[in-house]
């Protein structure tokens, strides 16, 4: 910058401006959401890598107002706009814990807006507000053991008997799925129909004890490639019985419903993985600068600095894309081809940083202690879940009427 004496114009690689969609009070959350997840999470990435993470996170996160920061007061939330949402799953990324990241998002970002959105009075009171306080934790059933993609095939039914409705099938691959106490349940209301027989609920899975509720049980906790710290878990239904207030948005509409859910989805995990991205680049970059090798720190030779400016330049363009996207969704567009755009470019893009980062520490890399082979594993989800890339380019392509 050039000043007043001065009137050299010099590159300043040490700015943090801000971009434009924050504001300074979204700036005071993340250096007090930052250092929360610093102090209070991060001390614990290892053990919780292999126990799970508690549940207490849930509460404490609730106690200090971070889940609701997007939902009404009248609810208990703090009134913020969207883009708050990013700046807590940037915090998030400082936990070093992808499994943790993954099951707090699941909370806070996918289970709990359709209850906002779509929600009755009385599910609002009785799932929103404990949630948002950090009470009662929340998971999304989607995926079934034949239908993971295609939503439309999925099998579980709900047929309604009197005031009721009588849940039969099973759910796989949930995250929350063993811990938590209800979950927005993607069901088929007229077996008969395709995208449009299909109703979502919101189900207890415990009773007021604890216990599950009678027909349900976690048939199957599963064991996974990364995310070790979070729990995935195959989930059965057998004449689980749900009041029929407990329906979500409107009978038949439950598929368009789950599409606009999966778009605030993909765009809080986009900006997962590019501060994901970001936090492997940091640490690899000091790597880079203390281990010598033939007389010389590493990063000072050229085949490993440009490796460092390709990630770095990729990083970038994805977080602008993200924060962009964001806008657009934020101020009511519906920009489903950018925000899968967007999902498909980040999360190839965090395995892609995630590989060099490997590469970068050598031997070492491949070690547990030095952690990137941990954000390695947990990266590759993001390729599968909330939609394929398969599933992106399909939808990306289709867009443009092909
Ligand atoms: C750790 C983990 C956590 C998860 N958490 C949840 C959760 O909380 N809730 C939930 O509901 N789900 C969850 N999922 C499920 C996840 O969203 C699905 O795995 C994903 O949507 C893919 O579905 P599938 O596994 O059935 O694969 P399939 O749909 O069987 O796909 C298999 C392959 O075929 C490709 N394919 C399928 N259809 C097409 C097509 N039309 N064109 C081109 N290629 C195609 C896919 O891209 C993929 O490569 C989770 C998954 C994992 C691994």
């Not at 239908?147 to 999925?154: P, W």
């Not at 509720?213 to 979070?230: N, T």
Request: hydrophobic letters at 35%; aromatic letters at 10%; one cysteine or more.
């Amino acid at each position: 910058m050039a000043t007043a004496t001065s009137p050299v114009i010099k590159p300043d690689h040490s700015s943090q401006r801000k971009h434009f969609i924050f504001t300074d009070e979204h700036e005071q959350l993340r250096e007090s959401m930052q250092s929360w997840v610093l102090k209070e999470l991060t001390p614990h990435r290892f053990e919780w890598e292999e126990e799970g993470w508690p549940d207490w996170v849930v509460k404490r996160a609730g106690d200090l107002g971070f889940i609701g920061l997007c939902f009404p007061e009248e609810y208990g939330g703090q009134g913020g706009d969207y883009f708050y949402s990013l700046v807590r799953a940037e915090c998030m990324s400082y936990s070093g814990c992808g499994g943790l990241n993954m099951g707090m998002a699941v909370h806070t970002d996918m289970a709990t807006p359709p209850i906002h959105l779509l929600g009755t009075e009385d599910l609002k009171q009785r799932y929103l507000v404990p949630s948002i306080k950090g009470e009662k934790i929340s998971s999304l059933g989607i995926t079934e053991p034949g239908a993971g993609s295609d939503v439309a095939g999925i099998r579980t039914t709900a047929i309604r008997d009197g005031d009721e409705y009588v849940i039969n099938g099973s759910k796989t691959f949930i995250t929350n799925g063993a811990r938590a106490d209800f979950i927005v349940l993607v069901t088929k209301t007229d077996p008969s129909k395709g995208h449009d027989g299909i109703t979502l609920f919101v189900v207890d899975l415990k009773d007021q004890d604890g216990n599950p509720v009678p027909g349900f049980s976690v048939s199957r906790k599963l064991e996974k490639m990364g995310m070790h710290a979070s729990d995935t878990a195959e989930l059965a239904f057998e004449d689980v019985r749900v009041p029929a207030e407990n329906l979500l948005g409107e009978e038949g509409k439950g598929f368009y419903h789950i599409s606009w859910e999966l778009q605030g989805e993909r765009l809080v995990g986009a900006i997962g993985c590019v501060s994901g991205a970001e936090r492997v680049f940091e640490r690899t970059l000091e790597y880079a600068k203390e281990r010598e090798a033939f007389g010389r720190p590493i990063g000072r030779f050229q085949a490993i600095r440009h490796k460092f400016a390709e990630m770095s330049t990729q990083i970038e363009a994805a977080k602008q894309f993200v924060y962009t996207t964001a806008w657009r969704f934020a101020n009511g567009e519906y920009p489903v081809r950018e925000i899968s755009q967007a999902k498909l470019f980040a999360s190839r893009l965090i395995c892609d940083v995630a590989d060099e980062c490997i590469q970068i520490h050598g031997g070492y890399g491949y070690m547990k202690e030095y952690e990137v082979e941990r954000a390695y594993r947990d990266a590759r989800l993001n390729r599968i879940g909330a939609g394929t890339d398969e599933i992106m380019l399909e939808v990306i392509g289709r867009s443009y009427g092909l």
